[in-house]
């Protein structure tokens, strides 16, 4: 009997040197957790990515407000006393607030995209309408 202990001994010994083998010396654990590794640092860019992109829209967003206010100040002196200045003024602020919206709905369409949720309707316009023209009405 202690001949067979033994013999088996070194079969057990081999065959566990076997499986090492075949698990770390090919490398197919070490394969494994690195593609589970890149798999996490995916979705850890793909979160820092979106976070970014947030940003990006609230400042898009602090930005049309801003310029909006300055529209409003500008189209204020402009009703009291109307200038060239004053008038090319407003249409620049105009000019640049339609490209900010314009970017701002783009960023809120891939966000909605990357997020997978449907886009959100985000008021845009703060500027209030003008005032209708004077119209003077003389009966006979």
Known sequence: ???TGAGLKPAIIGAATFV????FGSGSIWQ???SELDARKQQIEGVQKLTELRKQENDLYR???GLSNEY???ADQYSRGPTQGLDRQIHQLRAR???IKDDFRTLEHNLARLEGRAPRTIPL???PPSAPPVVT???R
Not at 20 to 23: D, E, P, R, S, V
Request: charged residues 15%.
């Open 97 to 99: 607030l339609d490209v």
């Open 72 to 74: 409003i100040t500008a």
């Open 63 to 65: 930005d049309i407000i």
């Open 32 to 34: 494994w957790k690195s």
């Open 137 to 139: 009405v003389i009966a």
């Open 125 to 127: 316009d703060f500027i």
């Open 20 to 23: 090492l083998g075949t698990l």
């Open 1 to 3: 009997m202690p001949q």
